[in-house]
């Protein structure tokens, strides 16, 4: 009788945690209009065309800020899924080729270098605004947005002037965070950058075989316990989720991109911090003819997530968003084939 009364409970918490997964707000910050709202640009500036970076690629490319990840067979995927509806399972067996990932997210401070060098401009400043966490706001910038929150997930407002160098507004900016990942980036943004490196966006399953670390059914990079030896190993929320962050980790916010040291693949914030665009569509069977809002695969979870709301820090989990989407809590790495060495 116990023991049925243990599998009943644990029965009831796993679809507790199934139906509040659709309030975390995890997709909630995709755009709800199309690029044609956005106010008028010139989409071909500087070799700039449609969020592709075609300006000249840079030379730069620095082998000890990546990591490589040798060929093999891997496993990604849960037996044990937590939300079913992120298709987080099966476990399964997967191949990748031997590649290269960044050890850090992509800082403000590398971010600023592409714009001064291309004149890019992201999706957030042609639409004219993005989406800020409230807890980033002043009350007064509260009062001012309120009709533009997101209904479903009222803790996220939609601010104007919003931008990666603006990041709460046209009076916030990076100044004081260059070393911290940027922000307010779409999927189209990201893969700019990439290109421009002489790099790209990683694959899902290349970014969970780097977040494993070379372990197996594994929770986090580092094993299974979140705070091995009673240390922060992760940038997340502790507290009551949304208006009470203890921030017992040292931040209520972003952290600086080397900040946390994950996995014996000497990679940093792999989960937590912001999510991370991958090069996956959620949907393969999605509309090839309107990319803006097909849905990409994202990973790693943020500093706004909580088990007892959004238990994504983990390297099996995943979320998506429409490409042309930005949120204050959503960044990248990038990742290199090794025949793009040749």
Not at 68 to 82: H, K, M, R
Not at 84 to 108: A, C, L, T, W
Request: glycine residues 8%.
């Amino acid at each position: 009788m116990y023991i049925k009364c243990c599998i009943f409970v644990l029965v009831l918490f796993k679809n507790y945690l199934n139906i509040i997964a659709s309030e975390c707000g995890c997709g909630e910050t995709s755009r709800s209009k199309s690029i044609e709202d956005a106010p008028t640009f010139d989409s071909t500036q500087n070799g700039i065309s449609n969020g592709y970076c075609t300006a000249p690629i840079t030379t730069d490319f620095v082998h000890d800020e990546m990591v490589q990840i040798s060929g093999g067979d891997y496993l990604v995927g849960t037996n044990e899924p937590i939300f079913e509806s992120d298709q987080e399972s099966p476990e399964r067996s997967i191949h990748v080729n031997g590649y290269f990932i960044d050890k850090y997210e992509v800082s403000n401070a590398e971010f600023s270098q592409f714009i001064q060098a291309t004149n890019y401009l992201t999706y957030s400043e042609k639409f004219g605004d993005s989406f800020v966490f409230q807890a980033q706001l002043t009350p007064t910038q509260q009062n001012l947005y309120k009709d533009s929150r997101v209904a479903s997930v009222p803790w996220w407002y939609k601010v104007n002037g919003t931008s990666w160098k603006h990041p709460e507004g046209v009076d916030s900016s990076i100044g004081d965070r260059l070393d911290h990942p940027v922000v307010h980036v779409s999927w189209f943004d990201a893969s700019a950058f990439c290109k421009w490196k002489g790099k790209r966006l990683p694959t899902e399953f290349e970014w969970e075989v780097a977040c494993r670390g070379g372990k197996n059914q594994k929770l986090y990079p580092w094993g299974n316990k979140l705070q091995p030896g009673d240390k922060h190993w992760l940038n997340i929320w502790q507290g009551a989720f949304p208006n009470d962050n203890t921030g017992e980790d040292g931040f209520t916010s972003t952290c600086p991109i080397n900040r946390f040291k994950q996995n014996d693949y000497d990679l940093y914030n792999m989960v937590g911090n912001v999510w991370e665009w991958t090069d996956t569509k959620w949907n393969e069977s999605g509309d090839e003819e309107d990319l803006e809002t097909v849905e990409r695969v994202k990973k790693g979870g943020s500093y706004l997530c909580h088990k007892s709301y959004c238990y994504r820090y983990r390297c099996a989990a995943r979320s998506s968003n429409t490409a042309d989407s930005s949120a204050g809590n959503l960044g990248f790495r990038c990742a290199k084939s090794i025949n793009q060495l040749d």
